[in-house]
T-cell receptor
């Protein structure tokens, strides 16, 4: 595997389910990001992790819970989501002092 | 606050040249990116401008004017595979390296 990978690529869940999105980067980066991309809207930054520490939480509801166990892996735990949370969730990584972020293919999430 | 504007849609013909404009008002500026995103795929890096002027890379060029809060992406010799969404993004700096994105310009290349 190379670059940034995300699993699953597609996820359908009910509002009472609990699921997790996984991101893995194979680029030796030390910063990781979660973005949300809704239809017709700009990509929105959700969380930033530098060296496994969360440095940004852009007013994201608590039903989204990130976890970064090491600099190569990033998770987004989901529980009691709403239909409006349906979107493409993109993970990205970078070197901490670099401006260039590399994106994964995203997880297409549908909440019923 | 942060505000990035770009046209929603553009159409051009194969072999032609197209310019996609982006204007921004942001608190802090550490550079401007252009990304290409095909439907259902990850955004991929096209260019990065931090100083005023034109950066050329093959068929793609990107221009920045910091005093005007303006950038454009120029695509030459358009090919069908260039049909995609083009995202303008500004990095506001700080330790978080926060990227603020525009809504994207959907480019359709016609034969």
């Amino acid at each position: 595997e190379t670059g940034v990978t995300q699993t699953p690529r597609h996820l359908v869940m009910g509002m009472t389910n609990k699921k997790s999105l996984k991101c893995e980067q194979h680029l030796g980066h030390n910063a990781m990001y979660w973005y949300k991309q809704s239809a017709k809207k700009p990509l929105e930054l959700m969380f930033v992790y530098n060296f496994k520490e969360q440095t940004e939480n852009n007013s994201v509801p608590s039903r989204f819970s990130p976890e970064c166990p090491n600099s190569s892996h990033l998770f987004l735990h989901l529980h009691t989501l709403q239909p409006e949370d349906s979107a493409l969730y993109l993970c990205a990584s970078s070197f901490r002092d670099s401006n260039e972020q590399f994106f994964g293919p995203g997880t297409r999430l549908t909440v019923l | 606050g942060q505000n990035i504007d770009q046209p929603t849609e553009m159409t051009a013909t194969e072999g032609a040249i197209v310019q996609i404009n982006c204007t921004y008002q942001t608190s802090g500026f550490n550079g401007l990116f252009w990304y290409q995103q095909h439907a259902g795929e990850a955004p991929t890096f096209l260019s990065y401008n931090v100083l005023d002027g034109l950066e050329e890379k093959g068929r793609f060029s990107s221009f920045l004017s910091r005093s005007k809060g303006y950038s454009y992406l120029l695509l030459k010799e358009l090919q069908m595979k260039d049909s995609a969404s083009y995202l303008c993004a500004v990095i506001s700096g700080g330790s978080a390296r926060q990227l603020t994105f525009g809504s994207g310009t959907q480019l359709t290349v016609l034969p």
